[in-house]
């Protein structure tokens, strides 16, 4: 007598059990011999080995579907079973791969743009992404779904979330608190994509154990991030040295998605965004992907696009008037005084 418990947590429950556990009773009805029970998220299997093996060799091939595609009707289910022509499963749903995600209560979250699926395919096929483009784009959320994908797939051990902590025209130095409340303003975007895609008690219990880490970008400094899925937000606001040393911290078993909009650095004049010159020197480097996205896959409200588009026009205009508008030219006040006669005193006459 042999027993095991399988987990559905990489998967939405509810694809996997059907409306009215219509799915699980095709289950159940197949391996009749077998003791088979739903607990939550979780199934336990009991009754010969062999028949056990079995039964697991086919949840398996169920849950890796539904991982890869999101949904399952009961006609493929039956056929993953076993009870179709061949039994061999169906071919993959293209309609269904930009899946990325279950969230709480069986939210989907999908890549809704063909740049957001190019995102997500680059982070299977390359261990360091690129994703450039503008505010609304969903550059962020979009990495934050394929790193919580990439945890529940087992994939990697943990997440870390980073951004470079500056201020964006305002001070917050001055709010009280300790360090932890005076940054988390600079780190909320992320704490807000991960409540949508993971539960809160789950996510509570990762965040205090350190499976989930969100931090400033000087705290990776010194640091090996291995077996982890490592996001640089904001990366328009990182120096050069900043963006070389978080590329520099990667193991040899970690992935990496670098997002950030080059239309919107908050640095301090005198310093220079290091991301333009980091896409154009690693461009041609193999394992190293960028994606760009643009206003076509904004998905905020509708204005947004339009939004982005004026301050571009508005942006061509001004470097061309600057291209333009020279102006006549200007003398120096030296170029108006009478010129200084250097003749040697001895031989003036």
Known sequence: MTEIIINLETVNPIEFFGVNNSKFDLLK????????LSRGTQIKISGRPEEVDAAKAKIDSIIQYLERNGHLSENYFGRILGDGENGEPPVDDPVNNDILVFGPNGKVIRAKTANQKLMALASEKSDVVFALGPAGTGKTYTAVAIAVRALKNKSVRKIILTRPAVEAGESLGFLPGDLKEKIDPYLRPLYDALDDMIPSDKLNYYMANRVIEIAPL???????L????????????????????????????????????????DLPKNQKSGLFKATRILANIDGISIIKLDEADVVRHRLVKLIIRAYDRDSDEDQSDRRTDIGP?????????????????????
């Open 29 to 36: 009805k197949r391996f009749p011999l077998l003791k088979i």
């Open 226 to 265: 291995d077996n982890a899925f490592i996001i640089l937000d904001e990366a328009q606001n990182a120096t050069d040295l900043q963006i070389k040393m978080f590329l520099t911290r990667i193991g040899p078993a970690a992935k990496a998605i670098i997002t950030g909009d080059l239309t919107q650095i």
């Open 329 to 349: 030219r200007t003398r120096r006040p030296e170029e108006d005084k009478p010129a200084t006669d250097t003749t040697p005193t001895g031989d003036k006459k």
């Open 218 to 224: 000087a705290y990776m400094r010194g640091r090996t």
